[in-house]
């Protein structure tokens, strides 16, 4: 039996071969929230609508808004724009989990929207009868310029790199 753990909480991955996959998936469509009355934003050239498409928040305070320096000459209550606070994690697809007895690996990916898969990061160990490195783990990580990559990467340092 394998045992994980997500936000804190076990588990368990009772299976005959322990072979397992965990898939957390984000739940969240925006990536953009109205801070004052919670609306699902999306942006627009004049600024952030919700779903009904209306730039006007119907929760909007103008002492509230970070943005007013002057509350007389702001808009009148429920008559200013939606204030956007982007939702945490939207960025980010899901990510999965997956443990391979037959590779003596684990492999865990992250989607973060590109269409072509997601980034995935291995650790295995080579098997000890192997003729080099036996007994060893490996790591396998995603890296610039490798074919059909997730999304571009771009070193920032050694181990380090910028998405995107």
Known sequence: MFVLSANG????TDYDD???VITFENAEDAEYRCEACGE???EEPDGYADESGSLVCDAYDPYEDPEIDDVESAPDFREGPHRPQRVPL???NGATIHTDPGEDSITVT???GDPRGAFAFTLRRIPDDAPNNGGRLIMHTPYPGE???HVELTTAHTGTYWVG
Request: no cysteine.
């Open 9 to 12: 909480e076990m588990i368990s």
């Open 18 to 20: 322990d072979s397992s």
């Open 40 to 42: 699902s934003l999306s």
């Open 90 to 92: 939207s960025w980010a």
């Open 110 to 112: 992250i989607s973060v």
């Open 147 to 149: 074919p059909m990559p």
